[in-house]
T-cell receptor, first 114, second 115 residues
Framework: DAMVIQNPRYQVTQFGKPVTLSCSQT?????MYWYQQKSSQAPKLLFH???????NEADTPDNFQSRRPNTSFCFLDIRSPGLGDAAMYLC?????????????FGPGTRLLVL | AQKITQTQPGMFVQEKEAVTLDCTYD???????LFWYKQPSSGEMIFLIY??????QNATEGRYSLNFQKARKSANLVISASQLGDSAMYFC????????????FGEGTQLTVNP
């Protein structure tokens, strides 16, 4: 059974048209992450939530916002997508404990900006 | 400075042979964890194996083992008896105690298993 679910798997949007990606988890993990991954590159952390505490990475553009209405769901909002925002967006969850707890990733959403 | 370095952008191996993917790391934190993930072309990141900085023995998970050399700050992944399904991108990652929830990834190694 899928533990971290991302919808949709593929998303096409138009330049400048707001888009929302969703992530849900059945693991009851208190930490949720959003990563952006471009082709043949390492995932880049955009932000993460520790419970309801939001942690933005310093170089995450203002165009990217996130919401976590409850433990199970987290959303990534891209307010005005540009061509450079076309990428794979990965959601991950983790139980906050020591350094050893692994992150569990969802299957990702591939975003195409036309 | 790069915290995680994977020096092999691409690796090729024959089916049923073993392969080693290199990873070196840089940290001054005595408490850290090292992870390897596999990412097939479908995109999902799959956790493979974990090694803690205080672990005395090398981690093993089925056909995966981690060659942990703490003094050299290396954490190489060894895949034994390669299978065609092992063809994927492999990422080494590290979490330091001082970095909280953040995981730092290397640039990855693209492994191709040939029949």
């Amino acid at each position: 059974d899928a533990m971290v679910i991302q919808n949709p798997r593929y998303q096409v949007t138009q330049f400048g048209k707001p888009v929302t990606l969703s992530c849900s988890q059945t693991l009851n993990h208190n930490v949720m992450y959003w990563y952006q991954q471009k082709s043949s590159q390492a995932p880049k952390l955009l932000f993460h939530y520790y419970d309801k505490d939001f942690n933005n990475e310093a170089d995450t553009p203002d165009n990217f916002q996130s919401r976590r209405p409850n433990t199970s769901f987290c959303f990534l909002d891209i307010r005005s997508p540009g061509l450079g925002d076309a990428a794979m967006y990965l959601c991950a969850t983790r139980i906050q404990a020591g350094v050893g707890e692994t992150q569990y990733f969802g299957p990702g959403t591939r975003l195409l900006v036309l | 400075a790069q915290k995680i370095t994977q020096t092999q952008p691409g690796m090729f191996v024959q089916e049923k042979e073993a392969v080693t993917l290199d990873c070196t790391y840089d940290t001054s934190d005595p408490s850290y964890g090292l992870f390897w993930y596999k990412q097939p072309s479908s995109g999902e990141m799959i956790f493979l194996i974990y090694q803690g900085s205080y672990d005395q023995q090398n981690a093993t998970e089925g056909r995966y083992s981690l060659n942990f050399q703490k003094a050299r700050k290396s954490a190489n992944l060894v895949i034994s008896a390669s299978q065609l399904g092992d063809s994927a991108m492999y990422f080494c990652a590290m979490r330091e105690r001082t970095s909280g929830s953040r995981l730092t990834f290397g640039e990855g190694t693209q492994l191709t298993v040939n029949p």
